[in-house]
C-alpha cells in the first residue's frame, strides 16, 4: 500500500493515474475518482490546481464517450414501449437540452444521463461545455471541503 500511495504522490504518475481513473470513473462502470483525487492533494498539495483539471479533463472525456455510447446505442436500438416515467425523463432532458449535462456530476445519475444526452443527439459540444463545467465544480467543491472543512 505504501507503493501505491507513493507512486501516485509523483506528479509523473500521479496525474496520469488521476486522468485514466476519472475518465474510466465517468463511463458506466462503477467506479468513483474522489478518493484518487483526494489522495493525491492530500500527499501532495501543491498539485490541488492540476489534479482538479487533469480529472476535470478525465471525466469529462468519459462523459464524452457515454454521449457517443448512446448515440450509437440509438441508432442500433429500436424504440420500444416506453413507460410513463421514461417518457417524462426524456421529455424533461428534451426541454432542458444540453443544460441538463450540468447534472453529469452526480453519482448513479451522471454518467447513463450523458448517454441518454447523445441518444437523444443533444448537440455534442454544448454538452460536452456543460458536462465539464458540472465535473469541475464537483472536483473543486469535493477537494476543497475534504482538505479545509472536513480535514
Known sequence: MDTLLG?????KFG???????SFVSATLLPLGSEPAVFGLIKL???LFWPAIAVATLGNTL???LDWWMGYGAQRVVSAKERSHFH???LAWLERLGPKACLLSWLPGIGDPLCAVAGWLR???WACLLYMAVGKFLRYLVMSAALLWVFP
Open 7 to 11: 507512486l501516485l504522490a509523483l506528479p
Open 15 to 21: 496525474l496520469g493515474s488521476l486522468l485514466v481513473i
Open 44 to 46: 501532495n498539495p501543491a
Open 62 to 64: 468519459g462523459g464524452a
Open 87 to 89: 417518457l417524462k425523463a
Open 122 to 124: 443533444l448537440p455534442f
